[in-house]
């Protein structure tokens, strides 16, 4: 799962994140520790929900195999 | 807390637009402002063209769509390689990010103007120059990988050159800069309309933008989590080339918090137009909602109040 795009996202949202640390006594070290926050966010909702759908599908082939086979 | 008018216009629209406010611009007075902005942009460009004509800015005008050609070579090995995107959205993608958006360099400008710093205003020569090269690189990069058949067919050719030379930008920005240019001692006319009021059209321009922004917010859940993360960190990436570029050209801190801010945004005007007719199969909506729903609200919120405190602290 863990695969090279998750890599760059949570790579880019480290970045951020160390950025918006280094300059948290700004208004842009607060901008960059929301963007932070938001790529890191949606970064584990999109595969968990991927995650999520890949494990529906797998269910719902499996359980058509089972009644086909059973047939 | 001080906030800056224009951001504060453009949260507003975004705030409306989340809360589905009956908040209504007709698409006319839309259009209108942006030939407004566009038209005010190169007058002021063009006045100090005459002022600053020199062989140094066309060495610089070179080197300035030099980048133009770099930064979407540098943006789709990102997209293809790492996000894994069909080769042909990479390349209409990495198009949008090598050229540049008008809105944020009005944007910019504001906020220069409001924070008193002093730039060279024939960097609107720079925009205006900087449309054209990211389409070609982008169609080039289609027909490299094979994502787009080489079509040498007359209409193509004629698309791909009307788009190029008659789009919108070039039309009014160029236009208007070359007005600028040879009626120097007559813009004062024209001032009241396209000087004085420009802050206030560019509030409303951002309000718009604003809410345009907001309605995209929806379509960020199809783009998926490496569209947000591509279309923050672009914007960095080419905002350091032209950074790095601008501090060998010798500009003042204003001018390189502007070409920084020109390297960092992404087209969603002229190039969007382009790519429909010179790659039709791409995915526009794709493209459409990482510069305008993710770069264009990034760099007004966060990257040019982050570029103007780095460039001030750093490079003034």
Known sequence: MFDRTMSFEFTVALCYLIAGISLKSTPVGFSLLVVSGVIFGASVLWRSKTLVSRVKNGAASASLRYRQESK | ?316
Request: glycine residues 10%; hydrophobic residues 55%.
């Open chain 2, 1 to 316: 807390m001080q906030i800056d008018i224009g951001i504060a216009f453009f949260l507003l629209g975004m705030i409306a637009a989340i809360a589905r406010a009956e908040i209504q611009f007709p698409k006319a007075l839309y259009q209108s402002l942006t030939i407004f902005l566009m038209i005010a942009i190169g007058l002021k460009g063009g006045v100090a063209l005459a002022e600053h004509a020199s062989p140094t800015l066309f060495w610089q005008s070179v080197a300035v769509v030099l980048m133009g050609v770099a930064l979407p070579i540098i943006a789709f090995p990102i997209l293809a390689y790492i996000g894994k995107l069909p080769k042909i959205d990479a390349a209409s993608i990495a198009a949008h990010y090598g050229s540049v958006s008008v809105g944020t360099y009005a944007v910019a400008i504001a906020y220069l103007d409001a924070m008193g710093i002093r730039y060279e205003s024939y960097i609107a020569l720079f925009v205006v120059l900087l449309e054209m090269p990211a389409i070609l690189v982008g169609m080039a990069l289609a027909r490299l990988v094979g994502a787009q058949r080489s079509d040498n067919s007359a209409t193509n050719k004629a698309s791909l050159l009307h788009e190029l030379f008659f789009n919108q930008g070039m039309v009014l920005m160029g236009g208007a800069l070359i007005i600028g240019y040879l009626s120097v001692e007559q813009v004062d006319n024209v001032k009241p309309l396209f000087i004085d009021l420009f802050a206030g059209v560019l509030a409303l321009f951002l309000l718009e933008m604003g809410i345009t922004a907001g309605k995209q917010l929806g379509s960020l859940k199809k783009a998926g989590s490496f569209a947000i993360a591509f279309g923050t960190t672009m914007p960095v990436l080419a905002g350091i080339v032209a950074l790095t570029l601008g501090y060998y050209l010798g500009l003042s801190t204003g001018g390189l918090i502007l070409l920084t801010t020109l390297g960092a945004s992404a087209s969603y005007i002229a190039v969007p137009a382009a790519m429909r007719v010179l790659l039709p199969n791409a995915n526009h909506s794709l493209s459409i909602t990482m510069s305008l729903g993710i770069t264009f609200p990034f760099n007004v919120i966060v990257g040019i109040p982050l570029y103007t405190y780095l460039i001030t602290s750093y490079f003034s």
